[in-house]
């Protein structure tokens, strides 16, 4: 199942080289120079990137070149490398260096059994690596030879990231606002909102904390000051 449709990443244009005058980015205390056996290392992961591949190609020659540092001679971080170089987003690089991550801890000896394409991979990355081989197995047990669908990776997925997370006991409590006080609180949330944006945390905790007495009753007082002591954590 494995696909052998290749991958083409265009290349982007402007591409700093160390032997001509480095553009703006290329900030000399940021790169660092690569060995002889690197440089031929990131030739042979790029001609991939060059030539095409598929999605499983294509993620582990990215990870590879991220993993090792391949780009600092010419770029100070890979998210640049990936943008300026061959003109694919972060997003797109994390994406299929994730699935071959994952098909990595795959048995190397029935590749037709593999995912076939980085849009099946996808799912799959909401688990950890280490989860995804049990995962692949489940699927391919449920169609057996029948064709893999969205609709069995979905549930497959579903059933493992169930059993990965406690389900919340604390119940869902609906707020109803005081009569009279909805304007207060509306007038305190554009404060509060002018108070982050100005990096006045400390008078954006006091209105919240005066949102909280006007929005909980005066028996839910230990829950305030818990949410209180919460946002005092988490600043």
């Known amino acids: 199942m494995k696909s052998t449709r290749p991958i083409i990443i265009k290349r982007a244009m402007g591409r700093c080289s160390t032997h001509v005058v480095a553009p703006a980015h290329c900030k000399p205390s940021k790169l660092q120079t690569l060995t002889t056996s690197q440089r031929k290392l990131?030739?042979?992961?790029?001609?991939?990137?060059?030539?095409?591949?598929?999605?499983?190609?294509?993620?582990?020659?990215?990870?590879?070149?991220?993993?090792?540092r391949l780009y600092?001679?010419?770029?100070?971080?890979?998210?640049?490398y990936c943008k300026q170089r061959w003109g694919i987003s972060r997003t797109y690089a994390w994406r299929v260096i994730g699935a071959a991550e994952r098909i990595n801890l795959l048995s190397p000896h029935d590749q037709s059994r593999w995912p076939s394409s980085e849009f099946q991979m996808r799912p799959f990355l909401k688990?950890?690596?280490?989860?995804?081989?049990?995962?692949?197995?489940?699927?391919?047990?449920?169609?057996?030879s029948g064709e893999i669908t969205s609709a069995i990776i979905g549930r497959v997925i579903e059933e493992l990231v169930g059993k990965s997370q406690s389900p919340s006991t604390r119940p869902i409590r609906r707020i109803i606002l005081p009569t009279g006080k909805v304007g207060e609180i509306l007038a305190l949330l554009g404060i509060i909102k002018h108070h982050i944006d100005s990096d006045h945390l400390d008078?954006?905790?006091?209105?919240?904390?005066?949102?909280?007495?006007?929005?909980?009753?005066?028996?839910?007082?230990?829950e305030a000051q818990h949410q209180r002591k919460q946002r005092g954590a988490i600043s």
């Open 42 to 68: 990131l030739g042979e992961f790029e001609s991939v990137l060059r030539n095409g591949g598929t999605f499983f190609e294509v993620g582990r020659a990215l990870m590879n070149i991220r993993d090792g």
């Open 72 to 80: 600092k001679e010419e770029f100070p971080t890979f998210e640049l």
């Open 127 to 144: 688990l950890k690596p280490e989860v995804f081989p049990t995962a692949w197995k489940k699927v391919l047990s449920s169609v057996q």
């Open 203 to 222: 008078s954006a905790k006091s209105d919240l904390d005066r949102i909280d007495r006007l929005i909980l009753p005066t028996g839910n007082g230990n």
